[in-house]
């Protein structure tokens, strides 16, 4: 992969519009990016630098480490039409403070999807219910960060009020990069199953549990998965999704959203595209995933 921060940006960004231009789409959504306050940004890359344990340990040089305004002009220069501002609290206290600055993040970035998140805790369900009723679209839940049961009783209501207005959730619930306390698909196959019509997207294709979370989807009709980091060179290289499992992954084609986890990425942004196109899907499959589908979820 090398020093990918020398490829110049204006060949990147043709790259990139080569790629969705030959597919005949109007642009990319992109569900998994990430936005967050800057003092909280920062830890996050100072944890990756220091490989932290929730890494993997793996070497992980964050390629767009730019300002805010810059990353989301570079995202406008990829022609990504809608993308969120994945954010999540690692303790409580923390989720609606988040949630503000989300909304006023998605207020000065139209192309942003209004962001909220969540955590187990006193409070869950009023702020949950005035995040969706200020017109949050999606939320992000992160099971391994935060270290909590997807499934604790304190979320219930939280995921009843979800299911309701169905807004999707996009949770990182797999056991990559490192497992967590509660990740994997067990905690969630509770959670789904008292809640059937909840909108899961399932980030990074439920990585390394790939084939227990293409079954979640095949029994849930609501529950998605987002491809990102799934099938680049970096994650195959440690988590290898398994080749008996792309016919299924062929099939639920209306169900996978793509996703990129920008800016927090040690590759260029066009690889999580062709990883997609490596697969070998076809055109129809990759239309679905890079733009259709998504699109249709959140109504663009
Ligand atoms: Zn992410």
């Not at 909220?116 to 995040?131: H, I, K, N, S």
């Amino acid at each position: 992969m090398g020093a990918m921060s020398d490829m110049p940006v204006r060949e990147e960004a043709a790259g990139i519009r080569r790629f969705w231009e030959a597919l005949s789409l109007p642009g990319l959504v992109d569900v998994h990016t990430h936005f967050m306050p800057e003092r909280v940004l920062r830890k996050v890359w100072e944890y990756f630098d220091k490989l932290g344990p929730l890494t993997g340990g793996m070497e992980w040089p964050i390629a767009y480490r730019h300002e805010e305004a810059e990353r989301a002009a570079l995202l406008r220069e990829f022609g990504v039409r809608a993308f969120t501002s994945m954010l999540y609290p690692h303790k409580p206290g923390m989720a609606r403070w988040l949630n503000g600055w989300a909304a006023d993040f998605a207020g000065r970035t139209p192309d942003c999807l209004h962001t909220a998140t969540l955590y187990p805790e006193p409070g869950v369900e009023a702020y949950v219910r005035e995040a969706v009723e200020a017109g949050a679209r999606v939320l992000k839940a992160h099971v391994q960060v935060g270290a909590y049961d997807p499934a604790d009783e304190l979320l219930d209501p939280a995921w009843g009020l979800l299911a309701d207005a169905g807004v999707p959730v996009v949770i990182h619930c797999g056991s990559g990069p490192a497992p967590g306390r509660h990740t994997g698909p067990e905690p969630i196959a509770r959670v789904l199953a008292r809640h059937p019509r909840l909108r899961l997207v399932v980030a990074h294709m439920g990585m390394p549990e790939y084939e227990e979370f293409l079954g979640l989807a095949e029994r849930y009709g609501q529950v998605r998965l987002d491809t990102t980091m799934a099938f680049t060179d970096f994650s195959e290289g440690f988590m290898p999704f398994p080749r008996r499992a792309l016919p299924r992954l062929a099939a639920l084609g209306d169900r996978v959203v793509l996703g990129s986890d920008f800016p927090n990425i040690p590759y260029p942004y066009v690889h999580q595209l062709h990883a997609l196109e490596r697969l070998g899907l076809g055109e129809e499959w990759l239309r679905a995933v890079c733009h259709d589908n998504a699109a249709e979820l959140f109504d663009l």
